[in-house]
């Protein structure tokens, strides 16, 4: 491979190779990175916004996930690894996790939800938040590891409310799993999360509640 | 042929409107309370719409050309609106229903501005913008209910607009105003201004204080009508898309007096297009509060099997959200028809 060739070594360097998934402002590619399989995240141009507004954003919001990635990588959160980030060109660069949904296996696999606590917690413990925090955002690997993805909505917040909205979102999904077992697994969840976090859970925990009882979408929200 | 009474009066808007069953709305009568300077005074208000009630009512039946008897039944708006406004719709309406023997429907006023575009459009299930001077709400239905995906977290963006107006000086209402001044300003260039969409909710106090003070700065107003605009604007299409994405619903649909903005609808029609999905912006005469939307409700809720209200339970309630009535019983398949007093915009203004 010649770096520095122009446009055919860029190419060379970071190769899409199909699309997988389109979200709201991004799309998902799987790619191929000095040889190894990546997922590639990029947030697409809005035509109904102002052509500046629209690049500031998709630059800032791109970096923002970025640095939030690295984070928690360096925290020893299990998540994707960062690999390259380019603001100017609205590309995010990530290892590609191999496994299943959270969604598809929790239903097997109950004692997983403990490891899945856990690594919520040293995720709040790092400073971060994840704020779409549902049973789709999280992946378990045959060696049986939780990597928690997709940060396109969190954000650098220590605050009670941040996280009590993540343990909700976590909860309401696994309710919309299924609704029978969801007590248990979230209590399974919350154990690891207290495991780690320590006392200080309870409160994020009667946060949540809290939250739940105004009444608003977070309810709704998680219902995928 | 049957015939249902809609009254309205949650705000500055005191409407009574007739609609036949075949979803021709026959009469749309309103008197609007126009405040002599600054705000809205409640009392003011109120007694701006006591005293032209009768008026008002006589004026919906006669131009609908039905007599009281032919009423079958009678819905009212009891929220959400200003508390002394609502009790004048709100006692006016149990003493007709006591009278003539209307049976009485209460009316969830954000519900009717949500089922009077949806009814419009044709649409069966769609995702509503709702945007008004006192509200931003992105709405889908949801086991029997609508159910906010997003919202505004301060300020409303009618208030966003009319507040900045004020500021610089311009007369009430300040959104048309802004929006021809903003699309004079559109080629001046973007002003960098607070852009905050959390999660699916947006909010707009930062932005607010940032546009005043770029006026306040010697900054040409045309521009920062434009970037305010667009800035705002953004946010709630992009609220709209992440909960269009969420929810998977086939089509979207504005709702409430800022729905009467084209930028707005422009941005809201490319966030439909780009997902594949319909867009209807509701007629301005729509958009804005009415007696139509309440009776056009009142009508769905009898012909859902919704028994009518025991007048004497019917309460005006100020702070009445859309997710605290139940909606099981959406019509589908009536679309109604505004006739000549709101003609449907053609495709280069609603792209409907």
Not at chain 1, 70 to 81: D, M, Q, R
Not at chain 2, 319 to 340: E, F, H, P, Q, S
């Amino acid at each position: 491979m010649e770096i520095g060739a122009g446009n055919e070594a860029e190419i060379e360097f970071l190769k899409e190779i199909k699309p997988v998934a389109k979200g709201a402002e991004a799309e998902l590619w799987l790619g191929e990175l000095l040889g190894t399989q990546v997922v590639i995240k990029k947030r697409v141009k809005k035509s109904y916004r102002d052509p500046a507004l629209d690049a500031k954003l998709r630059a800032t919001r791109t970096l923002e996930e970025g640095r939030l990635l690295a984070k928690a990588y360096l925290e020893g959160v299990s998540v994707p690894a960062p690999l390259f980030i380019d603001p100017q060109g609205f590309l995010l660069v990530e290892e590609m996790v191999s496994g299943s949904l959270l969604r598809d296996v929790v239903n097997g696999l109950p004692p997983i939800m403990r490891l899945v606590g856990e690594e919520v917690a040293k995720m709040h413990l790092a400073g971060l938040v994840h704020g779409d925090l549902t049973t789709s955002n999280v992946i378990i690997t045959g060696e049986a590891k939780a990597f928690i993805i997709d940060f396109g909505l969190g954000s650098f917040s220590p605050e009670l409310e941040d996280r009590g909205v993540d343990l909700l979102l976590m909860r309401k999904s696994l309710e919309a799993n299924l609704p029978s077992a969801s007590g248990g697994l979230f209590s399974r969840f919350f154990e690891g999360y207290r495991g780690v976090m320590g006392p200080g859970a309870d409160e994020v925990l009667e946060r949540s509640a809290e939250i739940e009882r105004r009444g608003r979408y977070y309810a709704e929200r998680a219902i995928d | 042929m049957r015939y249902w009474l809609g009254i309205e009066s949650t705000a500055h808007t005191f409407g009574v409107a007739v609609i036949g069953e075949d979803g021709k709305i026959l009469s749309d009568e309103r008197d609007v309370y126009v405040p002599p300077s600054g705000g809205l005074q409640p009392r003011e208000v109120a007694r701006h719409h006591t005293d032209v009630a009768p008026g008002v009512i006589k004026a919906a039946l006669m131009k609908a050309g039905i007599s009281a008897s032919k009423v079958r039944a009678l819905g009212v708006s009891y929220g959400p609106g200003l508390g002394p406004c609502l009790r004048v719709g709100v006692a006016i309406s149990r003493a007709l229903s006591a009278y003539y023997g209307w049976g009485l429907f209460p009316v969830n006023h954000t519900v009717g501005h949500v089922e009077i575009s949806r009814l419009l459009s044709g649409f069966s299930d769609p995702l509503a913008v709702y945007v008004s001077g006192g509200n931003t709400n992105i709405v889908a239905w949801k086991d029997g209910r609508y159910r906010v995906f997003g919202e505004t977290l301060d300020i409303a963006v009618g208030n966003l607009l009319d507040s900045f107006a004020r500021e610089v000086g311009l007369q009430h209402p300040g959104g048309p105003k802004i929006e021809k001044l903003a699309r004079e300003g559109s080629s001046m260039g973007l002003i960098d201004l607070p852009y905050s969409v959390k999660g699916q909710d947006v909010s707009f106090s930062g932005l607010l204080t940032a546009a005043v003070k770029a006026f306040k700065s010697g900054e040409k107003l045309e521009r920062v009508a434009y970037s305010l605009q667009e800035t705002a604007f953004a946010m709630i299409a992009e609220a709209a898309e992440r909960a269009l994405v969420h929810t998977g619903k086939d089509s979207v649909i504005s709702a409430g007096g800022v729905a009467a903005n084209k930028r707005l609808n422009e941005m809201l029609s490319y966030v439909a297009e780009d997902h594949g999905v319909p867009f209807f912006a509701t007629p301005i005469r729509m958009a804005g509060d009415n007696g139509a939307m309440i009776a056009a409700v009142a009508m769905e809720m009898d012909m859902g099997g919704v028994r009518p209200s025991d007048p004497e339970s019917v309460l005006a309630t100020p702070k009445l959200r859309i997710n605290d009535t139940d909606v099981n019983w959406r019509v589908v398949g009536l679309k109604v028809d505004a006739g000549v007093q709101a003609p449907r915009r053609g495709p280069e203004e609603g792209r409907g």
